[in-house]
């Protein structure tokens, strides 16, 4: 089993910036990715960005350039950094674990976390 806290959303001005935090507990190891999911209300969840075992990151066209995906291995947290924020990135932003033990895939989940840019 894999637990996810997110944190670091909040209500921030156009053009300002957010840092979110993902902090994974229990089998770390197994865990292969860790990406970041956003749901706007009425909106399906979409990939934001995600970082690899290996450290290599993939991101939304919407936020390259603007957002980046980091890690801290020691304190198994991956991180959002956000800048340069549209109200168009307002949502609940959770993040998603992927673990490949024994070949069977699971996926888990936090809690979410909202973020509102007003203009």
């Known amino acids: 089993q894999v637990q996810l806290v997110e944190s670091g959303g909040g209500l921030v001005q156009a053009g300002g910036s957010l840092r979110l935090s993902c902090a994974a507990s229990?089998?770390?190891?197994?865990?292969?990715?860790i990406g970041w999911y956003r749901q706007a209300p009425g909106n399906q969840r979409t990939l934001v960005a995600v970082i690899s075992r290996d450290g290599s990151t993939n991101y939304a066209d919407s936020v390259k350039g603007r957002f980046t995906i980091s890690r801290d291995n020691a304190k198994n947290t991956v991180y959002l950094q956000m800048n340069g924020l549209k109200p168009e990135d307002t949502a609940t932003y959770s993040c998603?674990?992927?673990?490949?033990?024994?070949?069977?895939?699971?996926?888990?989940w936090g809690q979410g976390t909202q973020v509102t840019v007003s203009s």
């Open positions: 229990g089998r770390t190891w197994s865990i292969n990715g």
């Open positions: 998603n674990a992927v673990t490949a033990a024994f070949g069977v895939r699971k996926d888990y």
